[in-house]
């Protein structure tokens, strides 16, 4: 090595001292025209300092003789070689010759011997590295390219001679490394020892697998070289003239002999033409530097012109990759989790992304539109900064992708050193801040103009033809229920200013440009006006910060703020026909409401003379105030109740004028001072009776008011460990003697304000959680003692939730994980009243689930509870590990079987897709400990998910056989105590008791407990119970007080199979079971129904157990009873205005009270109770038929599996008055109608009528005619006919979608806080599905009789996937599909007021395609691909040919004036088909729209929406197309590569069906070549090189693998050889 490094000292030396000596042998350069005129002469020279490895200034001359070129030339490869055999590290020694070549002088014949030695070295080093590969050797030198990038050193200097040198020898290289790889081929232009004859003669695949010159490499060294020449075009000026000089600048030289490289790179240059090492792709990235600098000037005109071709390249490529239209909505909970990473904003697709024009991007996400979805949505705050969250995260990595390719000069001056970066933090809340900000205003501004359509403002009001709404006092027009929105939109705003996401000052700017825009000269005219935006500022002035914050500094200054309120009061509306008071004096209750900060009350209408508009209507709210006052003072209570419009909006009025007033007046009306102390359900459930505050007055009072109500109930009632907190006589709040619960009254207020504003509110409900969490965790220890007060808070606020709020939890951001608070409650809760509360909540809140989220939170142990704060996107989510928990979920057996049926639903209906590396099998072990194992009939897994079948059936359980009536006789007959069961037992001494009890003890011998009851009563009367009977009750009751309350379904279980035992059940055995459900209360109704449907057996000709369903269900004596009282209670459905809730609630338990520890016998005999029972809690809403409800949902699964029409039809007409107090029953009947879409009963009309009329109430839906007249039966049972009624269903989902609000508004329908779905595009979804699916049953119901004879039907795996394909193959053909999918692909037009934008009817398509079953559009309308590829005239011409670019050709054009010419042809011209790949709203625009694009669009719709089973569907198509041989153009393949390119990101993440898809598209290619003329070594096709450019991008940023890509290559072996080449360069990276 020292040796080395002196001899290459003396070699420098020599070049600066004599320059002429040396003898060349035959330039290596051969490309100078012209010698140097100046030549350069060092005194000293750099050498090595072997001892340190560094430079030195030391001249080592007078030590070497150079005779010759030759010897010099041979020293330097001798010494250079020998240095690398005795040890010396490789890249370090060629690194050395490198650095001293690269000082050599510029001008001396010197550098030539230089370069000449530096490529036989590398000649030798590649063969070496090749001889070792060929071996199977591995090299302890590392590898080639590492040695081959150390040459772009050489380019650092910008000297012309030594950069014309350095491409010259790093072309040689490159194609002698070409050579070998692909077959030992050479240039006859290369010296004789380049390649010792016959040694590398093996293609690549021969050489283990290895690459030579690996595509990273030969990127690294594009980029290097690439950027080293953008650097000097940077510094370098350029002549206007160069291409006609004569002299050509020192740049061109380098430029044109860099081209000679990169056409080495892409396998253009002789003799290597058609073997690259690189792609036209990778090629054209490296040269793009970006826009930055492609848009500077700072390139010449030759480069430039490279770069504008890159950049075009990128873009064609860039409409294949990304979807002609991609302004798909983010619609809360019914997108998946997926769709939130949309495409455009994916760090691989940004390198093509931003090489689009604005309009084909403008289509594309946006955090704005984001945001303005979830808010039009009424999606949870948490969900909303979420996605806020999750853009802004995304959006880093495709910035960071850009940014990693973009050039940065070097002498780009970055930020000046005194502009300091700002806080990130801080960035990011104002950043935030102007999305909701801009978001909100889109709404106001929308929900403004909307409510102005409704309105009437130009005709005067009559004040002598009031409405029944209004009197002289307060105007109330005729129909407000637009209001709605107005009160949603004050709770969204009130909450973002509250909690400082939003500043107040901006948004009073922002809603005053909505009147008068900065931009606009033009004054604001009354049509612009709108009192509405002083109501909404109005609204944050009730917030305490901002009224002694920026509103008091405004009014103690220049009050300019004012001025603006002023200009934006429209003075006109107050007096016109459709006047509203509430909005109306908006102003002057502003004026009232800062009364004591406005300086100078009596000159403020000099300093406003505006002013003088308004304060006429002043001395209204004056009125308003006094008579509130007084009837407040007086104790009259109509405003406060609110019954009747005129009260309530008085009230609302007054709300806003001063601060509190009206809530601490509601609070007192609820809560009131006077002793009227009233009991619940005993002695032990007291509560102060107060008043009851109507719906309609709390959804209009101000939003702030909302928000102090519901803190004073939740400080004062709720929130204690003691109990109700009252303040006596202005002492601190304690609690009241007597008094132990909360008034009804209080609890239905408190629901009804989360309802009507969630936003504000909502924190609140999140400390809840967080309390409840608390508990649980302290139930985990076994052994909690919680207080009476705290036991009774628990039970109220479980009832609240489980009955009131089910359908705020439904859509709550953290309802998955609301399971976490009930985990160790459910299993150590010994109170039983609680815990009969809490396993019917976990029944309704498993129901609720679904989304993975749910699966994802059961193996998610780690859960640390709702975050208690207001700005969750301050919050890192951390990404969950999935762990199976160490206990079961579940020990009780009907909460398990219920999860697993939910967990099945959720699986078919949503997959698996959002869940990477979830594992389904350790959900369903964590539900039930392994002492439970379940067994599910065939007639119940016929409806389920593959994976969950296969579990199951690798179970291999199985039933557990009844006990047998003979062992139940023995046990009676010989275990200790068991006489004293026996009614008629004399002399049963307590020591016989005292036995029977501890025999019990021990759990493994609970379960024959009941068992051996029911023998002992049988045969006994229960009609007059005796002494014998109370005996034995007492008794039973001691020993199920040992039992845990979550095995009692278990229990039941149990009995039911043993009753069942004999195959027949007796009228006498049915009598008896009535009495242990509704007599002696020892087993409970809705644990009997679960057992006899709990899925173990198949129901289908069970006729002993549906014989036992139907008399549990319709004949039960005890139940028929509860049943009929309950109809004549009627409740209703719209409980929160029904004002008699209470009232009913009560009568019902007054006659059938409830007992929960086995006493009802003995407390309606008023039996003395031993041990004494144990504390009562207060019951607001449950009773025995609310527990039914959610059983019942299970069971009705059980029923419809079971196919007796009969018995379902009848469960359903009788039963159906339950489901008006169910919380959902809308979306479970979705539900319900999507899993068992297919199952033969539904497809008979009498029962899918049953089943609409019994789960919906008609009055909260807004559905069609048609589907109306047939749940009425006053229409025919046949799907309508014709496409007018699908068009109707497509514009009202498709408006929903482009947020139209509805026009006109139905008074009919409920509140839309309180309707059962507040997303206003699910639930137009959910309706649409309902009756599309009833449609899909009445059309197969033909079908389905002669399914149903079918018996018995067999229950492999085998017969369920024939089942399966039989479906798929029969929905293919349902016309309303057929005729949806015709509309979708030319939309009827629409009334010019209610046009959407042209993709939004393709959107809701994909939207609705994936929220119906996959088998009825989903699958059809992708199976539509084969149609289109094959019929479609435009996609079966071909391309134009198209020359491969050459780099040197390129080089030589530019230097002649037909370089624009040259640059056209390279670019390729306009091929037929382009318009098909372009997008879709431009198209449509420029009147180019055709069905290829437009069904690409809907294509992509659909799969952005759907999931892994949508793609499967898609490969399964394109497959078939291989398969049959048809395809016949280049553009049918690049328009299937233009199908997979969008969903290539989510693609990666299925490997099987990824590798698949691309074996397929390049199969599709072999298929296609042969029958393309011009394609050869020097001609390609338009569409060709897209579709090459489209596989480069997957290996380059999806790369499977090299195992996938082995797999593959067969395919490309079938491939043109010029093909075949380009690809194989991919495979063997």
Partial sequence: MEQLARYLVGVIESSYQDLAHMVPCGSFLGLFDERPTKRTRMDSFIGLDTANGSWSQESPSGLFEFDDSETTCRSIRELTLNAINNGSPAVDTLRLVIDAVRNIHDGSAVLDIGFRALFEIYTSRLEYHCANRFQGQATQTGTFGEEYLILTVLFELHRPRTWVAAVRAMSLITKSAIGIMYGGAKSDSEPDNVLLRGTHAASLSEISGMNLLPESVCREAIRQVWRLLLDSAATEAQMSSVLASARRTRWQIRFEATMELFDSFVGRSEPCVGRPLVSYYVLARELDPGAAVAESGMLGASMQTIVDLCFGRKRRLGRILLPPDGSWPLISHASRAHTVKHVYDQAAYAVVRDSLTFEETERGPSANKYVADLLYQRAPTDEIFAAIRNHRITKKKAIAAVASDTYVPNSYNMNEKGNEMRDSAELEKHEVAALLLDAMAQRIEHVVRYIQRQCDFETLLNERRLNDNSDASMVV??????????????????????????????????????????????????????????????????????????????????????DQLLQMYNEQQIVSRDAFYLRDLALQAAMSHQQANIRDNQGVKFRHPRMAVAMPFAPIVYRLQSEFGRQFKDERFELLQGRDVCSAMKTATVSMLRQYVVPNALYTFLVPAREDIKQLQGAETTYLEGGNVATMLLDHINVGGKHRLLQLVYKMMLAHELGPQFQIDGRQPSVRPGITCVSPHIVDTVYRLLYNAPYSNELMMKEVLEKLRRCDKVMATGNARFSAATLRWLHTVYQLMNCRLLRFFKYYAHASHLVHHLRHSLVHVSHRQLYGSLECFALCLVNLQHDVEFLQALLDPAYHGVPLTPHPSALLRPQIRYTKPKDAWFECAM?????????????????????????????????????????????????????????????????????????????????????????????????????????????????????????????????????????????????????????????????????????????????????????????????????????????????????????????????????????????????????????????????????????????????????????????????????????????????????????????????????????????????????????????????????????????????????????????????????????????????????????????????????????????????????????????????????????????????????????????????????????AMDPPPEPRDLQVPGATHIHSTGVLANVMPDELMAFPFVHRLREIVLEEPVLQTVSGPKRYFSFVAFAREASSA???????????????????????????????????????????????????????????????????????????????????????????????????????????????????????????TDAVEQVMDFFCFVKDQFDPGRPAWRRIAPHIAALPASLRYQLQCIVDQ
């Fill in 477 to 562: 027009p005729r129909r407000f229920k637009y209001w709605e929105y107005m009160n949603e939109v004050a709770d969204q705003l009130y909450y973002f200013v509250l909690f400082d996401a939003v500043p107040f000052k901006a948004v009073h700017d922002r809603l005053y440009s909505l009147v008068f825009p900065k931009d606009s000269d033009i004054h604001g005219g009354a049509a612009r006006k709108d009192n509405s935006y002083i109501w909404l500022l109005l609204q944050l002035y009730h917030i305490e910060k901002v009224s002694s914050g920026p509103v008091r500094e405004d009014l103690a200054g220049d009050e300019d703020m004012l």
């Fill in 895 to 1383: 909460l398990a079987r219920n999860a697993v049926s939910v967990i099945s639903r959720i699986v078919h209906m949503r997959g698996l897709g959002d869940a990477p590396g979830l594992s389904l099998e350790d959900c369903l072990d964590s539900l039930a400990p392994e002492r439970m194992p379940m067994v599910w009939a065939p007639s119940v897994l016929r409806y389920w998910p593959p994976r969950i079948r296969a579990y199951y059936a690798s179970k291999r359980a199985s039933r557990v056989a009844p006990v047998a009536a003979a062992a139940v006789r023995q046990l009676l007959g010989s275990a200790p105590g068991h006489a004293a069961l026996r009614p008629t037992a004399s002399d049963v001494s307590s020591e016989i008791e005292s036995a029977l009890i501890a025999f019990y003890a021990e759990r493994p011998r609970q379960p024959l407990f009941l068992l051996a009851v029911w023998e002992a009563l049988r045969g006994h009367s229960m009609e007059t119970p005796d002494a014998g009977l109370l005996r034995v009750a007492a008794l039973v009751r001691r020993v199920l007080l040992q039992f845990p309350p979550s095995q009692m379904s278990s229990h039941a279980t149990t009995l039911v199979d043993f009753v069942l035992g004999a195959g027949t059940v007796d009228a006498e055995s049915c009598a008896l079971l009535d009495a242990f459900m509704f007599r002696l209360h020892l087993v409970r109704h809705e644990h009997v129904v679960f057992a006899l449907t709990r899925g173990e057996h198949d129901l289908r000709g069970d006729t002993a157990r549906l014989a036992l369903a139907r008399y549990v269900l319709l004949e039960s004596p005890g139940f028929t009873e509860r049943l009929s009282e309950w109809h004549r209670l009627d409740f209703q459905g719209r409980y929160w205005a029904d004002y008699k809730q209470w009232e009913k609630q009560s009568a019902y338990l007054a006659r059938f009270p409830e007992f929960f520890e086995y006493d009802g016998l003995l407390r309606n005999a008023e039996a003395p109770l031993d041990p004494p029972p144990a504390m009562n809690l207060p019951i607001y809403y449950e009773n025995g038929m609310v527990r039914l409800l959610p059983v019942l949902e299970f069971a009705l699964g059980r029923l419809i599996e079971a196919e007796d029409r009969v018995l379902l039809r009848d469960v359903l007409d009788r039963m159906g008055i339950l489901y008006r107090l169910h919380q959902v029953p809308l979306t479970t009947l979705m539900n319900t109608l999507f899993v068992y879409f297919d199952a033969p009963p539904l497809h008979d009309a009498a029962v899918i009528r049953s089943l609409n009329l019994s789960l919906l109430d008609m009055t909260q839906q807004d559905f069609s005619p048609e589907f109306r007249a047939f749940v009425k039966n006053q229409g025919p049972s046949v799907p309508p006919e014709g496409s007018e009624y699908i068009a109707r269903l497509m514009a009202r989902i498709s408006r929903a979608v482009a947020r139209h609000l509805p026009d006109p508004l139905s008074d009919a329908l409920p509140e839309i806080h309180y309707r059962e779905i507040p997303n206003p595009i699910l639930l137009v979804l959910t309706e649409c599905v309902v009756e599309l699916l009833t449609w899909w049953c009445l059309h197969s119901a033909a079908a389905s009789s002669a399914r149903l004879t079918m018996t018995p039907r067999p229950a492999s795996e085998q017969a369920f996937r024939a089942e399966e394909r039989s479906r798929t193959t029969r929905a293919s053909e349902w016309p309303m599909a057929q005729m949806w999918f015709a509309l």
């Fill in 1458 to 1580: 037909s370089s624009d010419r040259f640059a056209r042809n390279a670019a390729g011209t306009r091929f037929a088909a382009t318009a098909v790949f372009n997008s879709f709203e431009q198209n449509r625009i420029h009147g180019n729209a055709n069905r290829p694009n437009t069904y690409l669009t809907l294509l992509h719709s659909i799969l952005h929406y759907g999931g892994v089973a949508t793609f499967a569907a898609l490969a399964d198509t394109i497959r078939g197309l291989v398969a049959s041989g048809a395809l016949c153009s280049d553009i049918q393949l690049l328009y299937l590569c233009a199908t997979v390119g969008p969903v290539l990101y989510r693609l990666v993440e299925h490997e099987a069906l990824y590798v698949q898809v691309l074996a397929d598209l390049i199969a599709v290619m072999a298929q296609v070549c042969p029958k393309i003329p011009h394609l050869d070594a020097d001609y390609s």
